[in-house]
């Protein structure tokens, strides 16, 4: 018996290490980001810099895109959690650039980088250039001083298109239909507890779930045009506030699948649900909240306000138009 439990035994190990688990691909994820975040701690530490700010990272055309503003936001978050860094929030960046007319931190923007990084107090520059190979996608991110716009530092490292980044690569499903009680020409449009609406889309707030220091806000999203729309928000600039004006923020950790790091694309006449979750302090008893979106896609950088939500528990469904 012990001589046939041995070949067993080596069987199932290699089987094993042959398949890896979601959990293990997850696991080789954090540790390429951890590595790279320690890599971007030590070069700041030997620049005696101490005050991050990140931009969106690109392709390798220098376009910004979804997975490098989510992969601009994870990192933050990681060197933020070590706690050795300062991290300049990235709608403060982003909104300072944007009012100084600056699209890249290049030499040709010397002078006008100079000025913001005074603005926001940033010691340093954080971009990235992220490149899709069979092994994984290989990311180059560099340190760059705002004094003369050029690089001091470059780490590289490679991330597994898995755990959190599997969402960018899977194969899309198709969406699946809502099925109306009634014709759509004879149902008024949803109320909820909020609505926004523009050329591209309209946006419903279905519902408000509070659990402690928790807040899920339920949303259904349509698209109002003749053409696909993909919509995204800002992670950090998209917040909820109470009615004593506490600031409820996402967390990439709650929200790695989310409107505002993955986006929901919709084709015409489409509806799609989403939910956001947002966290606050605990000893607020808030009930009404005000949704803060922030855009980058359809339309950059656009944001607009929901407000008059009231916080509907598990008991007590929101009433909606049949």
């Known amino acids: 018996m012990p001589m046939i439990g041995l070949p067993l035994l080596l069987i199932s190990l290699l089987t094993l290490f042959s398949h890896p688990t979601s959990s293990w691909a997850g696991a080789k994820y954090e540790e390429g980001l951890k590595q790279l975040a320690d890599g ?4 700041a530490a030997k620049a005696k810099k101490q005050r991050l700010a990140f931009i969106d990272f690109t392709d ?13 936001e994870e990192l933050g978050t990681q060197i933020m959690v070590g706690g ?20 890249h931190i290049d030499s040709a923007h010397a002078k006008t980088i100079r000025q913001a990084a005074k603005t926001i107090r940033a010691d340093l520059f954080v971009g990235g250039v992220i490149l899709d190979t069979p092994d994984g996608l290989q990311v ?4 760059i001083s705002p004094s003369n716009t050029q690089p001091i530092r470059a780490i590289r490292g490679m991330l597994p298109k898995a755990g959190p980044l599997n969402a960018f690569f899977k194969k899309e499903e198709a969406p699946q239909p809502i099925v109306n009680i009634e014709s759509p020409k004879e149902t008024p449009a949803a109320i909820g507890l909020g609505t926004y609406r523009n050329e591209h889309y309209e946006m419903v707030v279905r519902s408000i779930e509070r659990q402690a220091t928790r807040a899920k806000v339920d949303l259904t999203i349509e698209n109002l045009s003749r ?9 950090q600039g998209t917040v909820l ?3 004593q004006g506490t600031a409820w923020h996402q967390g990439v950790g709650d929200n790695r699948e989310g409107l505002c790091t993955r986006g929901v694309e919709l084709s015409p006449r489409r509806k799609e649900r989403a939910v956001l979750t947002f966290t606050g302090p605990s000893e607020t008893a808030a009930t009404l909240f005000t949704l ?9 950088d656009a944001s607009f306000v929901i407000d008059g939500l009231k916080v509907t528990s598990p008991s007590e469904p929101t009433q909606t138009t049949p």
């Open 40 to 43: 971007v701690t030590e070069g």
């Open 60 to 72: 390798g055309k220098g376009e910004p895109t979804p997975i490098g503003q989510f992969l601009a």
């Open 84 to 103: 050795e860094l300062t991290v300049v929030d990235r709608a403060l960046t982003y909104s300072t650039l944007k009012k100084l007319h600056v699209d």
């Open 140 to 143: 180059t991110v560099r340190l």
């Open 227 to 235: 053409r696909d729309v993909k919509l995204l928000c800002h992670l």
């Open 241 to 243: 506030t109470d009615d």
């Open 292 to 300: 803060h979106f922030r855009e980058t896609l359809p339309r950059r």
